[in-house]
């Protein structure tokens, strides 16, 4: 996580170029993420956004690969979700939230999902959101990632986190405080 106010960072002129390049050869790539959508219109958003580009180009850098998922017309914001085939290598071995970190006693992980997700400045997939990815292709078939979780479960100690496997989505839970080297997060960002 960094330490400075996420406002503050800004992409060199060379990071953003790089990071446009891999985002338009990842769009053009997996069309059927975003059907009737134009690279051109999305660009022309990220270069507006720079603290946006921040974002993205920290969901990419762990390993992430946000794509386009679709446009919502009420809000006239550009989706973007991590796509990588299987839960982000740079975002493993995390718990599911700060007081979960706090609880442990002992083999406390490398930080929390949710506080990493917000030094991003980026959201935890719901299990909505999750179950809608996995209708644009397989993701997860090795890993699992956390999920937004209720509150009424997270009260009770619990997380939730999903996977795909034997060609279905599945949830599950875990307490909070768990973490494994093949589970992570998966992150949306609009704009």
Not at 110 to 126: F, H, P, Q, R, V
Request: net charge positive.
């Amino acid at each position: 996580m960094r330490p400075k106010a996420m406002a503050t960072l800004t992409l060199s002129k060379k990071q953003r170029e790089e990071l446009l390049v891999a985002l338009k050869a990842r769009f053009e790539k997996n069309m059927n993420r975003h059907k009737g959508l134009e690279w051109a219109k999305a660009q022309s958003r990220l270069e507006a956004r720079a603290e946006k580009l921040w974002s993205l180009n920290e969901m990419e850098r762990t390993g992430g690969e946000p794509d386009v998922v679709g446009y919502d017309k009420k809000t006239d914001e550009y989706i973007f979700y991590d796509c990588s085939e299987e839960s982000p290598k740079g975002r493993r071995s995390l718990c599911y939230d700060r007081e979960a970190l706090e609880s442990r006693k002992e083999n406390k992980p490398k930080g929390s999902a949710m506080d990493l997700a917000a030094a991003m400045g980026i959201e935890l997939l719901t299990e909505e959101q999750y179950r809608e990815l996995q209708k644009l292709g397989e993701f997860d078939t090795k890993t699992s990632s956390w999920v937004r979780t209720p509150s009424a479960i997270r009260k009770l100690g619990g997380a939730l986190f999903c996977d795909r496997r034997f060609d279905t989505v599945f949830v599950y839970h875990n307490g909070a405080e768990s973490y494994y080297a093949a589970r992570a997060f998966r992150g949306s960002l609009r704009l």
